[in-house]
């Protein structure tokens, strides 16, 4: 028999392409597709520790066209945005980034981003799901603003790792070298605007590079010829995956749970139980979520994001946190795990209850060699700075490599 | 040091019982209205020269307790009564005369005794109720869990099969319910009409209009039809007790600061630019003139503002004055010294709401209308009469707009249906005031121009008025309350927002 599947259209379920996707396909030896925000997307292209020690060492390009990108401009557009996240946007100077979150109502995260600031009344706000729902609802009662989706017709790459800045100064890119962190810069590209920002998900150096979606591929071109020399390379989700698990950051999916799509209750997070209680200012003007969160830094989480540095050498992924080596009462879980080859340590990210933080911490780890199943229990440490956090990163200009 | 306890923004009858129960406590309480005069929508003006009416002009279910804690009969207050009929073109009428049906068949009015005894008995159960705050849904305190469980043990007290009938007819549609009990389409007309008044409701509207019934229903309560006289006396035992007014004060913005924790009301800014402080800011305007216009979204959460931005407050009573030269004479009737309804059967009522409801004027509006110059004889001129109708159903976002041509073209579909009952009364007409939805909301700085501030609907009452997180007159602001219709148990002249939102302010 044939099924046929007329009455609803797969086709339209196929990943649309990436505005990168000729040159994507050149490079995906593997084909390892899988798709973000409906964009085909590669969880690698060669192979993930490759592709990550690319990055520590030369430096990778990463595809961020999938990225939602909204520009939010007019007189109102501060007071908005303001209103929206949890830190101060009124102190953002132009041709800034901030790292920033937003919350419900009830204070649980709802998602983390990035505000752009263009000038006075003009935004982008990036995150990593479509929030047009969450901005329409921000913008009851602040009249004069305009948002513009451009997550389709701007194009996003992010180039990462200790050559960046020599690849960027071999494309042209005069006076890059002097970008500070977090700062926005404006480049004639043949005459399109190109817009470069000192911004990533690596914890090293590295910038993000910013077009209009047709003249993307033209960019690449330019971009790979200037990083030949300099061991420029394509990485994948799951090398960024490595690369921000040593930064330290947190991602969806793992560290918390979109407040706007978690069902049960509580099962997503605050901004103090993943550790970004410096990112909630109380100083500023009223927020959202300010009234919850209040409560919250007084009452203290109920969990905390932990860094974990455990000994031996097995990623403890999906491990239990244990007050004790007998292992009886669990206190947490582990979010993300890793072997670290830069930091040469067993690293993790773990919810812990908060009131058990100061006790001994213990992961009951589960592995497996060529097929049997093991488990073992491990000593943690907590470790308060970022388990990798270059030199580099800061400075400004960056040494030449 | 702040300059008042309490500012209590708008000087509708709910400001004005708020604020008093406030003064009598001791506090230092200033009442600022937006408006040339108390009242609100029951205030007393002219609307043509030598003749004056109030948007508002009965008030049929006014707590006994309101008046005797306020003192209102010192006051000038004084009570009435107030018979509901309904007249059929040809003369013929039945008519609700203080609680009894007259002018109906055998059938219905044996039926109606039925029909009479299950609902006041429902009306009673809810008695109480409205003279409280309703807890919040969740974490509550033991006292408030006693309040639940006292509706629920006096739903169950009602005995089984009541109460199972009381669960059956709650959100019934009128239509359906009356079906049941009576036949003839006049008297249908006529038991049907307080469920629907106000709301945005036809009879064949599921819903609750029954529970609209009941709340209209109250027992304890008094008819005044000098509205007047009913607002004068509140002002004055208001002022008696130390309450400031000031008129033509329009607030332009609630005051916050965030200097503690939490953020808290320190007073208002009046369109003037006059700054005032205060401990407590009352508003009686309506939740979305309140916390989007008055105080901001900025100092609001996210949800809480869409929540409030959605409430349905769209109004759909249209109000026509008419100065009358003499009194009218309507087919088969002695004086038209009541409420009378020009509304044939109950489809006609659907039909005029199906119009509304899809932004179009009535083809057959159903009118109630009331003669006040006959309760009230300084409102007309001697020998002369005022004549107040309410107009079912007229949609504030009128598809065309209400332009001059449509208010002229409703204007004459109401004084054409008039005549059909009162043939010789457009000879009469020496001037008119239309109050359409748009011009309430505009004259009276009511959003929407609605009756009650916002719907009368299952998701908008008792713990959901106006919304969560402000259902028991706080609000997510510290000092900051509500105390109008917008708020349980809803609108009309009953002076209970106010009542519970004073109790609320002072604990
Ligand atoms: C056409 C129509 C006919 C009606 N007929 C009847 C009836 O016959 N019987 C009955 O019981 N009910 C009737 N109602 C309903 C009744 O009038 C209202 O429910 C009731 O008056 C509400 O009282 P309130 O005090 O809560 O609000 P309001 O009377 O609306 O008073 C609110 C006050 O706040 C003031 N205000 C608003 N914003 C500001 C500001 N920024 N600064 C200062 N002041 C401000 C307004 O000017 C107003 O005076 C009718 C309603 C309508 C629309």
């Given at each position: 028999?044939?099924?046929?599947?007329?009455?609803?259209d797969l086709a339209t379920e196929k990943p649309k392409p990436s505005h990168f996707q000729p040159r994507l396909d050149e490079l995906n030896i593997k084909e390892a597709?899988?798709?973000?925000?409906?964009?085909?997307?590669?969880?690698?292209?060669?192979?993930?520790?490759?592709?990550?020690?690319?990055?520590?060492?030369?430096?990778?390009?990463?595809?961020?066209?999938?990225?939602?990108?909204?520009?939010?401009?007019?007189?109102?557009?501060?007071?908005?945005?303001?209103?929206?996240?949890?830190?101060?946007?009124?102190?953002?100077?132009?041709?800034?980034?901030?790292?920033?979150?937003?919350?419900?109502?009830?204070?649980?995260?709802?998602?983390?981003?990035?505000?752009?600031?263009?000038?006075?009344?003009?935004?982008?706000?990036?995150?990593?799901?479509?929030?047009?729902?969450?901005?329409?609802?921000?913008?009851?009662?602040?009249?004069?603003?305009?948002?513009?989706?451009?997550?389709?017709?701007?194009?996003?790459?992010?180039?990462?790792?200790?050559?960046?800045?020599?690849?960027?100064?071999?494309?042209?890119?005069?006076?890059?070298?002097?970008?500070?962190?977090?700062?926005?810069?404006?480049?004639?590209?043949?005459?399109?605007?190109?817009?470069?920002?000192?911004?990533?998900?690596?914890?090293?150096?590295?910038?993000?590079?910013?077009?209009?979606?047709?003249?993307?591929?033209?960019?690449?071109?330019?971009?790979?010829?200037?990083?030949?020399?300099?061991?420029?390379?394509?990485?994948?989700?799951?090398?960024?995956?490595?690369?921000?698990?040593?930064?330290?950051?947190?991602?969806?999916?793992?560290?918390?749970?979109?407040?706007?799509?978690?069902?049960?209750?509580?099962?997503?997070?605050?901004?103090?139980?993943?550790?970004?209680?410096?990112?909630?200012?109380?100083?500023?003007?009223?927020?959202?979520?300010?009234?919850?969160?209040?409560?919250?830094?007084?009452?203290?989480?109920?969990?905390?994001?932990?860094?974990?540095?455990?000994?031996?050498?097995?990623?403890?992924?999906?491990?239990?946190?244990?007050?004790?080596?007998?292992?009886?009462?669990?206190?947490?879980?582990?979010?993300?795990?890793?072997?670290?080859?830069?930091?040469?340590?067993?690293?993790?990210?773990?919810?812990?209850?908060?009131?058990?933080?100061?006790?001994?911490?213990?992961?009951?780890?589960?592995?497996?060699?060529?097929?049997?199943?093991?488990?073992?229990?491990?000593?943690?440490?907590?470790?308060?700075?970022?388990?990798?956090?270059?030199?580099?990163?800061?400075?400004?200009?960056?040494?030449?490599? | 040091?702040?300059?008042?306890?309490?500012?209590?923004?708008?000087?509708?009858?709910?400001?004005?019982?708020?604020?008093?129960?406030?003064?009598?406590?001791?506090?230092?309480?200033?009442?600022?209205?937006?408006?040339?005069?108390?009242?609100?929508?029951?205030?007393?003006?002219?609307?043509?020269?030598?003749?004056?009416?109030?948007?508002?002009?009965?008030?049929?279910?006014?707590?006994?307790?309101?008046?005797?804690?306020?003192?209102?009969?010192?006051?000038?207050?004084?009570?009435?009564?107030?018979?509901?009929?309904?007249?059929?073109?040809?003369?013929?009428?039945?008519?609700?005369?203080?609680?009894?049906?007259?002018?109906?068949?055998?059938?219905?009015?044996?039926?109606?005794?039925?029909?009479?005894?299950?609902?006041?008995?429902?009306?009673?159960?809810?008695?109480?109720?409205?003279?409280?705050?309703?807890?919040?849904?969740?974490?509550?305190?033991?006292?408030?869990?006693?309040?639940?469980?006292?509706?629920?043990?006096?739903?169950?007290?009602?005995?089984?099969?009541?109460?199972?009938?009381?669960?059956?007819?709650?959100?019934?549609?009128?239509?359906?319910?009356?079906?049941?009990?009576?036949?003839?389409?006049?008297?249908?007309?006529?038991?049907?009409?307080?469920?629907?008044?106000?709301?945005?409701?036809?009879?064949?509207?599921?819903?609750?209009?029954?529970?609209?019934?009941?709340?209209?229903?109250?027992?304890?309560?008094?008819?005044?039809?000098?509205?007047?006289?009913?607002?004068?006396?509140?002002?004055?035992?208001?002022?008696?007790?130390?309450?400031?007014?000031?008129?033509?004060?329009?607030?332009?913005?609630?005051?916050?600061?965030?200097?503690?924790?939490?953020?808290?009301?320190?007073?208002?800014?009046?369109?003037?630019?006059?700054?005032?402080?205060?401990?407590?800011?009352?508003?009686?305007?309506?939740?979305?003139?309140?916390?989007?216009?008055?105080?901001?979204?900025?100092?609001?959460?996210?949800?809480?503002?869409?929540?409030?931005?959605?409430?349905?407050?769209?109004?759909?009573?249209?109000?026509?004055?008419?100065?009358?030269?003499?009194?009218?004479?309507?087919?088969?009737?002695?004086?038209?010294?009541?409420?009378?309804?020009?509304?044939?059967?109950?489809?006609?009522?659907?039909?005029?709401?199906?119009?509304?409801?899809?932004?179009?004027?009535?083809?057959?509006?159903?009118?109630?209308?009331?003669?006040?110059?006959?309760?009230?004889?300084?409102?007309?001129?001697?020998?002369?009469?005022?004549?107040?109708?309410?107009?079912?159903?007229?949609?504030?976002?009128?598809?065309?707009?209400?332009?001059?041509?449509?208010?002229?073209?409703?204007?004459?579909?109401?004084?054409?249906?008039?005549?059909?009952?009162?043939?010789?009364?457009?000879?009469?007409?020496?001037?008119?005031?239309?109050?359409?939805?748009?011009?309430?909301?505009?004259?009276?700085?009511?959003?929407?121009?609605?009756?009650?501030?916002?719907?009368?609907?299952?998701?908008?009452?008792?713990?959901?008025?106006?919304?969560?997180?402000?259902?028991?007159?706080?609000?997510?602001?510290?000092?900051?309350?509500?105390?109008?219709?917008?708020?349980?148990?809803?609108?009309?002249?009953?002076?209970?927002?106010?009542?519970?939102?004073?109790?609320?302010?002072?604990?």
């Amino acid at each position: 028999m044939i099924v046929t599947m007329n009455s609803f259209d797969l086709a339209t379920e196929k990943p649309k392409p990436s505005h990168f996707q000729p040159r994507l396909d050149e490079l995906n030896i593997k084909e390892a597709w899988s798709a973000w925000n409906g964009y085909k997307f590669a969880e690698y292209y060669y192979e993930v520790e490759y592709e990550y020690f690319c990055v520590r060492n030369l430096c990778g390009t990463y595809d961020i066209c999938p990225m939602q990108k909204y520009f939010i401009s007019g007189a109102d557009a501060e007071r908005m945005l303001n209103r929206m996240v949890t830190r101060d946007v009124t102190k953002m100077k132009n041709g800034r980034v901030s790292y920033v979150l937003w919350c419900t109502d009830e204070g649980r995260l709802i998602d983390d981003g990035t505000i752009f600031r263009l000038g006075d009344e003009e935004f982008m706000l990036t995150c990593g799901s479509p929030s047009t729902a969450w901005l329409k609802k921000s913008c009851v009662g602040f009249d004069n603003l305009t948002i513009r989706d451009r997550s389709d017709d701007y194009a996003g790459l992010a180039l990462q790792g200790p050559t960046s800045c020599a690849v960027l100064k071999k494309m042209g890119l005069t006076g890059i070298e002097n970008a500070k962190p977090f700062t926005i810069h404006h480049f004639d590209f043949g005459g399109k605007p190109l817009m470069v920002s000192r911004t990533g998900f690596t914890g090293d150096l590295g910038y993000e590079l910013w077009i209009d979606a047709e003249h993307a591929v033209e960019m690449w071109d330019a971009l790979y010829a200037a990083g030949q020399d300099y061991g420029i390379h394509p990485f994948g989700e799951q090398a960024t995956n490595m690369l921000r698990l040593e930064a330290g950051f947190i991602m969806p999916g793992y560290e918390f749970n979109e407040a706007l799509k978690t069902v049960h209750f509580e099962f997503d997070q605050t901004p103090f139980e993943l550790n970004l209680g410096w990112m909630v200012d109380f100083k500023k003007p009223h927020f959202n979520g300010r009234s919850a969160l209040v409560e919250e830094a007084r009452r203290g989480p109920k969990y905390t994001l932990t860094k974990l540095d455990i000994e031996g050498n097995k990623p403890a992924d999906g491990s239990f946190i244990y007050n004790s080596k007998r292992c009886t009462t669990d206190i947490g879980y582990v979010t993300s795990a890793m072997w670290s080859p830069v930091v040469k340590s067993n690293i993790a990210l773990a919810m812990i209850e908060t009131p058990y933080l100061n006790g001994e911490l213990w992961a009951e780890i589960n592995y497996e060699k060529e097929l049997r199943q093991f488990h073992k229990v491990a000593r943690c440490k907590i470790q308060d700075a970022p388990f990798w956090s270059p030199e580099r990163a800061r400075l400004t200009p960056p040494s030449d490599f | 040091m702040n300059q008042y306890d309490s500012i209590v923004v708008g000087a509708g009858h709910n400001g004005l019982v708020c604020s008093n129960y406030l003064a009598k406590r001791g506090k230092r309480v200033l009442l600022l209205e937006a408006g040339e005069r108390c009242g609100g929508l029951a205030s007393t003006y002219e609307f043509h020269p030598g003749f004056k009416t109030s948007v508002a002009q009965y008030a049929t279910h006014l707590p006994k307790r309101i008046i005797n804690d306020l003192k209102l009969r010192d006051f000038g207050y004084a009570s009435h009564k107030l018979d509901l009929e309904a007249l059929s073109p040809e003369g013929d009428s039945v008519s609700l005369r203080s609680g009894s049906l007259f002018g109906a068949s055998a059938d219905d009015m044996a039926a109606y005794q039925d029909y009479d005894r299950l609902l006041d008995k429902f009306a009673q159960m809810f008695q109480p109720f409205w003279q409280k705050t309703v807890p919040p849904i969740g974490n509550n305190s033991l006292s408030e869990m006693l309040a639940f469980a006292e509706l629920g043990l006096k739903i169950r007290l009602m005995g089984r099969e009541d109460m199972q009938e009381f669960f059956r007819v709650i959100a019934l549609p009128m239509y359906d319910l009356l079906d049941e009990y009576v036949s003839s389409p006049l008297v249908k007309s006529l038991l049907s009409w307080d469920a629907l008044i106000g709301t945005k409701q036809a009879p064949r509207s599921p819903n609750n209009s029954v529970l609209h019934l009941l709340y209209r229903m109250q027992g304890d309560s008094e008819i005044c039809v000098n509205i007047q006289n009913l607002v004068e006396a509140l002002t004055q035992s208001a002022e008696a007790n130390g309450v400031e007014i000031r008129t033509a004060a329009p607030v332009e913005s609630i005051q916050i600061s965030q200097e503690s924790e939490a953020l808290a009301a320190t007073g208002v800014v009046l369109e003037s630019g006059e700054a005032i402080s205060a401990g407590q800011v009352i508003s009686s305007a309506d939740p979305k003139t309140t916390f989007l216009s008055l105080v901001g979204s900025e100092w609001l959460e996210i949800e809480f503002t869409n929540r409030i931005q959605r409430i349905r407050d769209r109004g759909m009573v249209s109000k026509l004055h008419l100065a009358l030269d003499g009194l009218p004479a309507f087919n088969g009737l002695d004086s038209p010294d009541r409420r009378l309804l020009l509304a044939p059967d109950v489809e006609t009522i659907e039909c005029a709401f199906d119009n509304a409801k899809y932004g179009e004027l009535p083809e057959q509006p159903v009118l109630e209308v009331t003669t006040p110059s006959l309760s009230s004889s300084d409102l007309a001129p001697e020998g002369k009469h005022v004549m107040s109708i309410n107009v079912m159903y007229t949609p504030y976002a009128l598809k065309e707009g209400w332009n001059v041509s449509a208010r002229e073209a409703l204007q004459e579909s109401v004084v054409k249906t008039l005549e059909t009952y009162a043939p010789a009364i457009r000879s009469q007409i020496l001037g008119s005031e239309l109050l359409t939805p748009a011009d309430l909301e505009s004259r009276f700085h009511v959003s929407g121009g609605h009756w009650h501030h916002g719907d009368f609907a299952l998701d908008q009452l008792i713990m959901m008025r106006p919304t969560h997180g402000a259902a028991q007159y706080k609000t997510p602001i510290d000092g900051l309350l509500l105390c109008g219709a917008g708020t349980h148990p809803g609108g009309d002249l009953t002076g209970l927002p106010g009542f519970n939102a004073a109790r609320e302010a002072l604990s």
